[in-house]
């Protein structure tokens, strides 16, 4: 069952092709460049790049899966290698298939005709999200399963982070199972939250921000330093260079509080009250940098910590743009091992930031159970959807 899967949430185009949890073709179009003399993702360029690129992401995604040894090419060497072959139709024959064959190493020839055969389904990111940035993807999603008769399935962007964990490439590795319930945490850009992973496609927010994700407040502390966008990538590159050291002790919000809630915008503020009572210690950058990161980093540890010990779940899946960073994955080892526990990160850097390939894998879970959207008019982008 392949799916074709969009996402443009945030400040990435991203198509992908899927089939169950193996991803066939993912491209992933990053705006990054644009954004970065803005110091965050302007909404407004965001739409246009959006409105620009996505048929080129979608066809791009299309030629990938069209190389793929095992799909198309495969199929008709082996048609080709077994003799003779039988034209499939009239404007089908032996000769233009043996040509056929030799270009497609090339190009895609029948975008058209591939597109209705190969593709199953259409997924596509409903939201959280940035509204005009959703808006494109839901567009073109609309576009492509009318023109094809597809039916059309939503996703929630945090479900997609979450399942990013058992995202397979196309040879099916990793080869991880599913063994519930998970304590999940999202870290991205936008999101820091706690989820109950019950079962396929059954989630409980157990815990979030209340104002500022970790990731957020990693780009914002990059700002203040004059480190540019996106902040996370730099801060952690610093950090390691003096040894990810805490030589300044920044607060740790809500460590005291009971819940599992976070708040990262009380530390931004001191961070950023700090710089300005000691404006010449930008000059020790490197060691603001790595402070700033474990005040976030030792907050989601012990508050994770929290949580296994309130949910008693020791199985943790990490999901989203932060866990790239390898000082948290190894804070988080670390923390499991305690708990005689296991944690499961995404398996390829792609899969930690923003791509339709994690989009597509849930949407496969949701075919199984025959959710596709009934009125394809009516589907609407939910900016501040909830999983
Ligand atoms: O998941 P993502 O690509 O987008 C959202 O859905 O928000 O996450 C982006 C966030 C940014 O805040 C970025 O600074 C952070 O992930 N990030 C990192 C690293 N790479 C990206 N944070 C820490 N360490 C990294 N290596
Ligand atoms: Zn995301």
């Known amino acids: ?5 969009i996402d443009t949430s945030c400040d990435e185009t991203s198509v992908a092709v899927t ?64 003799g003779p072959v039988t ?9 233009s298939l043996r040509r056929s064959f030799a270009q497609t190493s090339t ?14 389904y259409i997924a596509v990111t409903q939201g959280p999200g940035l509204a005009v940035a959703l808006e494109v993807g839901i567009k073109k999603a609309k576009e492509l399963a009318k023109k094809y008769q597809k039916k059309l399935i939503s996703v929630n962007h945090l479900e997609g982070h979450i399942y990013s964990v058992f995202v397979q490439n196309s040879k099916g590795n990793p080869k991880r199972d599913f063994k519930f319930p998970y304590l999940a945490l999202i870290v991205s850009g936008g999101h820091t939250e706690f989820v109950i992973f019950k079962n396929h496609l059954e989630y409980e927010i157990i815990g979030q ?26 801060i952690e590159r610093l950090a390691y260079e003096v040894g990810n050291v805490d030589s300044h002790s920044f607060p740790r919000p809500m460590l005291k509080s009971k819940d599992l809630n976070f708040s990262f915008s009380g530390l ?7 710089l300005k009572k000691n404006p010449n210690k930008t000059s020790e950058v490197k060691l603001l940098a790595s402070s700033f990161q474990e005040a976030v980093f030792d907050t989601l540890i012990k508050k994770t910590e929290k949580a ?15 866990i790239a960073n390898k000082r948290l994955r190894n804070l988080m080892r670390s923390l499991v091992k305690k708990y005689q526990g296991e944690v499961l990160f995404p398996t390829y850097k792609y899969l930690t930031g923003d791509n339709a390939a994690m989009i597509g894998v849930v949407a496969a879970y949701k075919a199984e159970k025959g959710l596709f959207v009934e009125d394809i008019d009516q589907l609407d982008r939910i900016p501040r959807m909830n999983l």
Do not use: C
């Open 1 to 5: 069952m392949n799916i074709l899967a």
């Open 19 to 82: 089939d169950g949890r193996k991803v066939l073709s993912n491209v992933i179009y990053s705006q990054v460049l644009l954004h970065k003399k803005w110091g965050g993702v302007v909404p407004s360029i965001a739409k246009r790049a959006h409105e620009e690129r996505i048929d080129f992401v979608v066809e791009e995604s299309l030629k990938k899966l069209y190389h793929q040894k095992n799909l198309f090419t495969s199929e008709l060497a082996s048609r080709l290698s077994a």
């Open 87 to 95: 034209p499939r139709s009239s404007s089908e024959s032996e000769g």
């Open 107 to 120: 190009r895609l020839t029948n975008y058209s005709d591939f597109f209705a055969n190969k593709i199953d």
């Open 209 to 234: 921000t209340l104002d500022d994700a970790a990731g957020e407040a990693l780009d914002k502390a990059a700002k203040l330093l004059g480190l540019g966008y996106p902040g996370g990538p730099v």
């Open 268 to 274: 931004k503020t001191s961070f950023y009250y700090f």
């Open 308 to 322: 296994i010990k309130q949910t008693g779940i020791n199985r943790l899946v990490v999901g989203g743009g932060v």
